[in-house]
């Protein structure tokens, strides 16, 4: 079955400080990748998607995600977080086509002074 | 261009009563998708509609849930008897009409269920 796991509940960095959050999949054909990020109150907004091609994607807010089949893995990361990037940040994988959506519980980032 | 819109923002309902959610998708996209997010949980998918027609309903629970997707106006998910374990954000998402597994959902603001 399809799944996604954050093994990562929340984070805490220091602004200015280097991030990555970790996303492990599980499904069987070529997915496709996403990272939302989610804050207080609000719905989702896209970071990056991947589908294929490079492995290595930018997003928006100065985030990227790479891909590794080897690893099963589709982590993001920020070379510095400011304190806006705190929120919650779902991984996500597009099954049956893409119609369907598996997301991860998320992890929650804290950025701290 | 509007993004997807979703009312209410907030809902209480009282145990046994119903609950409707309205969700209406970006202009120009025609499939609609809804999901849960529990508390401290991510997003499950519900169901996968297009205009007048159930793709997808694998998520949705055997009773009391209901969505739809008329011709004209939003999409409805209809929560008939609410229990406490409703309580939960309701999200829709909607893509365009050529849908593809490339197609990005754009996520609307939600709707937070609270059964008293």
């Known amino acids: 079955a399809q799944s996604v796991t954050q093994p990562d509940i929340h984070i805490t960095v220091s602004e200015g400080a280097s991030l990555e959050l970790r996303c492990n999949y599980s499904y069987g054909a070529t997915p496709y990748l996403f990272w939302y990020v989610q804050s207080p109150g609000q719905g989702l907004q896209l970071l990056l998607k991947y589908f294929s091609g490079d492995t290595l994607v930018q997003g928006i807010k100065g985030f990227e995600a790479e891909f590794k089949r080897s690893q099963s893995s589709f982590n993001l990361r920020k070379p510095s977080v400011h304190w806006s990037d705190a929120a919650e940040y779902f991984c996500a994988v597009g099954v049956s086509r893409g119609f369907k959506t598996i997301f991860g519980a998320g992890t929650r980032l804290f950025v701290k002074a | 261009n509007a993004g997807v819109m979703q009312n209410p923002r907030h809902l209480v309902r009282r145990r046994g009563q119903e609950a409707r959610l309205r969700c209406s998708p970006m202009k120009g996209h025609s499939h609609v998708y809804w999901y849960r997010q529990l508390p401290e949980e991510g997003l499950k998918f519900m169901v996968y509609l297009q205009k007048e027609n159930i793709i997808d309903e694998s998520g949705m629970p055997k009773e009391r849930f209901s969505a739809e997707f008329p011709k004209e106006g939003p999409s409805i998910l209809r929560i008939q008897q609410v229990v406490r374990g409703d309580s939960a954000a309701y999200f829709c998402?909607?893509?365009?009409?050529?849908?593809?597994?490339?197609?990005?959902?754009?996520f609307g603001p939600g709707t937070r269920l609270t059964v008293l």
């Open positions: 998402a909607s893509s365009p009409p050529t849908a593809s597994s490339t197609d990005t959902q754009y």
